[in-house]
């Protein structure tokens, strides 16, 4: 099993930038593929960006491609999520998630809105 916490998520206007992170508890984060994945509002969990376990490898939904970028830190057992130019539909809870155990973290709420 692996515990994940997320943060940063916050309030924010269109146009804006944020950065997510989540630690994970156990470095088994490091021999593991990691996930970001979201719930909107009236819509079904989204999985919007992935990462293979070296880094070298990422895959992003179609809905966030050019905008977001995912990268991990194995050594500090650390996923982060850079959020760029948010639109009011990338409202949701975010959350980690890791490809081994499906372990999920609490979320963390993403809010676009002016």
Known sequence: QMQLV??????????????????ASTSFFSTDWMNWVRLAPGKGLECVASIDIGGDNTYYADSVKGRFTIS???????LSLQLNRLRSD?????????????SW????????SS
């Open 6 to 23: 997320e943060s940063g998520g916050a309030l924010v206007q269109p146009g804006g930038s944020l950065r997510l992170s989540c630690v």
């Open 72 to 78: 991990r830190d194995n050594a500090k057992n650390t």
């Open 90 to 102: 990338d409202t949701a809870v975010y959350y980690c998630n890791d490809l081994r155990f499906n």
């Open 105 to 112: 973290g609490q979320g963390t709420q993403v809010t676009v």
